[in-house]
């Protein structure tokens, strides 16, 4: 009897000492995480892109496995390589925030071909069936906040600018038609120009540098992103102009700091570093329990920034 306890005594030692229990809480059963998670994301340079990037490691470090996180710079050729790579490396999951909807597909089928599932943040693709996820902001719902934000402040009236992002992402298209479904009731708001910026702050400096040597009888701005609606608010400096409202989307620092000098008037704020752990969390779900328990297209709500909640949101995400 005493060789029977003793020996189950060092069978329980032996189990925990290899893992078996989790101090996260994860069951024994459910022990098969650890091994690659490859982040690719547009270039960090953006502080979104990189709060998705820093967001996302951070989650699958926490979780025990090994990150590696890496820039396509919107290049499809450079992401096809990023992909090959974290196949070659027998990655179990990437969390992607892609190069293009349609541009996308055929690296997002080839690591779904694999065997690795492929969790895409930010941006859509124009496929269903081969990414695991895509998890996005409810980009229209958000456009649809800023623009109705922009109508209140603009009183319902006035000339305006729109910049525009990359035409190949689905997220320009579906912002600036959140935007029109909104500014389109008020006749007296008169679009003076409509712009792409690429989702770039010189660009968008550019752009509406150009526009006010034809047209200084602007009233209102409106971006696609809150890097563009920063270049709009340098230009509008350098023009002289203090008075003009400019509505941004993301809910950048930048923007936030913007919005409490009174230099921008409101930016629709998406939860990118919530997204970008909800797809960790999901990968790992999957990883561990062999089970996707959400569909694929889920959409995220984004929130209002103005100056009266600014002081509620930290690296977008709500404090």
């Excluded at 319902?156 to 992402?169: H, R, S």
């Excluded at 579906?174 to 712009?195: I, N, W």
């Excluded at 790992?284 to 103005?306: S, W």
Aim: glycine share 10%; proline share 3%; hydrophobic share 45%.
């Amino acid at each position: 009897m005493v060789r029977s306890f003793l020996a189950l005594i060092a069978c329980a030692a032996l189990l925990t000492a290899c893992g078996g229990g989790d101090p996260g809480g994860r069951p024994a059963t459910q022990q098969q995480g650890g091994g690659l998670i490859a982040i690719i994301t547009p270039s960090h340079d953006n502080p979104f892109f990189k709060a998705e990037a820093d967001s996302a490691q951070a989650r699958a470090q926490a979780l025990g496995y090994e990150t590696s996180v890496a820039s396509h710079d919107d290049d499809p050729n450079l992401q096809n390589q990023l992909v090959d790579s974290a196949i070659s490396r027998g990655a179990k999951a990437i969390v992607l925030d892609n190069a293009g909807a349609d541009a996308s597909i055929g690296a997002v089928r080839k690591a779904h071909d694999a065997g690795i599932p492929v969790f895409l943040i930010d941006r859509e693709i124009n496929a269903t069936g081969v990414a695991t996820a895509q998890i996005v902001s409810n980009n229209a719902q958000g456009a649809q906040l800023a623009a109705q934000s922009f109508v209140e402040a603009m009183g319902g009236k006035g000339n305006y600018i729109e910049l525009t992002g990359k035409e190949t992402d689905t997220n320009a298209g579906v912002r600036s038609k959140g935007f029109g479904d909104v500014l389109s009731q008020y006749p007296d708001l008169v679009p003076a120009a409509k712009e792409s910026a690429n989702w770039d702050q010189q660009e968008a400096f550019t752009k509406v540098e150009t526009i006010l040597q034809r047209n200084r009888d602007i009233q209102g701005i409106i971006a696609g992103n809150d890097t563009m609606a920063l270049g709009a608010v340098a230009a509008l400096k350098a023009a002289g102009l203090t008075d003009v409202v400019v509505v941004g989307f993301d809910g950048s620092p930048d923007a936030i700091a913007a919005i409490k000098a009174g230099e921008m008037h409101a930016t629709a704020l998406q939860p990118a570093a919530m997204i970008a752990e909800m797809a960790v969390d999901q990968a790992d779900k999957l990883i561990t329990t062999g089970g996707a328990a959400m569909p694929e297209k889920q959409a995220i709500d984004c929130e209002l920034v103005t100056a009266q909640n600014a002081g509620d949101f930290g690296v977008f995400r709500k404090l």
